[in-house]
């Protein structure tokens, strides 16, 4: 084939028109996910969009491919998302959450306000509970610390990212956390899976996130930047100071380390390992576990909602895969990105970004790619980690679901804080994702 009077092989053209279906149908599910389109209906239309360019029997790609691919999803992990809301739900309204998070801040104190938020949020997180629970607990604890030290809020999103978005989700292993999890049916690992390389790279990623905040909040005490109040942060810091019946703090941790335990030492399946902290949090704080139709209701409901969001982008993923020309498109990216590992990683992350979603991008990367990495003898535990890490490099851009939660929560906007939150969840993750690469290319070569 002559392409602007150059040769190329034969063997990446139908590569070349895959690639560019892909990238219109992704381009359209970012702008239709900009203008707050339904992503049920944006899935469907992109799937749609992209059979159609691809040369796909449109009506066989969506009842076939597309709702396959979205079922799968939903059957391989239905139960580990309404355990996982479920754990979080119950962490939240037992005050157990907000116990773990105050007890952080304030042993850390004023001096180290911003490291307080930034472990607790990620102690949380690494422990199970999910991302908007922990936002929702963290808040108020640390707006109140924040007033004290008398730092500017527009540190906040990002320390509260910087901590839940980053290290403790995606890099050190043996969190039960989505994205660590999905990985497992589709690659036959556990949640242990690479621990070195995820170990050094949490630790890399966590001290940038750590020093970065330390530097930030020197360099604003430097300019005489400080906290500023309005109304709604008064409500807010209400909130802060009606905690204060809470349980203790160290028993408050013990179903997130019974779940730690009952995963990874006794090797027992993630829903297991959630059901025991599930039942040992109730236990523990029975008498602040009220209205339990509520809590499944709710936990349910929020499940439901999660997974559908995630499964309807997963199947786009399997109208892309079974494309003709998609085999052709995975032998470019990898004569492009070089070692297998560092296309699998750049893939991963750019559909991450693409979604707005980490598990969506690494159940559409798992969905079409895991195959065919695993056939060319690549080690599972490799997959598994780098996927999990790429998963978070580019999620957290604008249109993310939880960043822009996060923002209205706070009371800021994109222009006010949104680069607190880049820096940590996108520059630092990717610069983990290179390290990561790089572990895995030294402890695992192929």
């Known amino acids: 084939m002559l392409v602007f009077g150059i040769h190329s092989a034969p063997v990446y053209e139908g590569g070349y028109i895959v690639m560019l279906a892909i990238l219109i149908s992704i381009i359209l599910l970012v702008v239709l996910a900009f203008k707050r389109v339904n992503i049920v209906v944006v899935g469907i239309v992109s799937a749609s969009v992209m059979a159609l360019l691809s040369g796909q029997p449109l009506i066989s790609a969506i009842k076939d491919d597309y709702m396959s691919g979205a079922a799968g999803f939903v059957h391989a992990n239905f139960l580990i998302f ?266 991963t992350t750019l559909l991450a970004g693409a979604c707005g979603s980490g598990s969506g991008g690494l159940g559409i990367a798992l969905e079409t790619m895991a195959d065919k990495y695993l056939a060319m003898g690549i080690n599972p535990e490799v997959l598994h980690r780098i996927g999990s890490t790429a998963s978070v490099g580019l999620d957290s851009l604008p249109h993310n679901g939880a960043v822009i939660t996060l923002l209205t929560i706070s009371g800021l906007t994109h222009k006010e804080a949104y680069k607190y939150i880049m820096v940590p969840t996108v520059i630092f993750t990717l610069i983990g994702l290179a390290v990561c690469i790089g572990i895995c290319i030294l402890l695992y070569p192929i």
């Open 82 to 347: 309404f355990f996982s809301v479920l754990f979080g739900r119950i962490m939240e309204l037992t005050g157990a959450a907000a116990s773990i998070s105050k007890f952080l801040a304030d042993k850390l104190g004023e001096k180290y306000a911003i490291l307080g938020v930034i472990f607790a949020g990620a102690i949380l997180v690494y422990g199970g509970v999910t991302t908007l629970v922990v936002v929702f607990s963290l808040y108020p604890i640390a707006l109140d610390l924040f007033k004290k030290a008398n730092l500017p809020r527009y540190l906040l999103p990002g320390a509260i990212a910087g901590g839940c978005f980053t290290f403790a989700c995606a890099n050190f292993p043996g969190t039960p956390n989505l994205v660590n999890v999905i990985p497992i049916p589709y690659l036959g690992t556990t949640s242990m899976a690479a621990p070195l390389a995820g170990c050094i790279t949490g630790v890399a990623v966590m001290l940038l996130v750590i020093f970065y905040f330390l530097w930030e909040a020197k360099r604003a005490r430097s300019k005489g930047m400080g906290f500023i109040e309005d109304e709604n942060v008064k409500e807010s810091l209400g909130k802060a100071e009606q905690l204060e019946n809470l349980p203790s703090p160290f028993l408050a941790v013990l179903p997130i380390v019974l779940i730690l335990i009952v995963l990874n030492i006794l090797k027992q399946d993630v829903i297991v390992a959630m059901i025991t902290g599930i039942l040992l949090c109730s236990i523990l704080f029975y008498k602040n576990v009220n209205n339990v139709r509520e809590i499944f209701n709710y936990s349910a409901k929020n499940a439901a909602i999660a997974i559908i969001n995630t499964a309807v982008v997963v199947g786009f993923g399997s109208v892309v895969k079974n494309s003709t020309g998609f085999a052709d498109l995975l032998s470019l990216t990898d004569s492009i990105g070089g070692h297998p590992y560092v296309s699998f990683g750049t893939m």
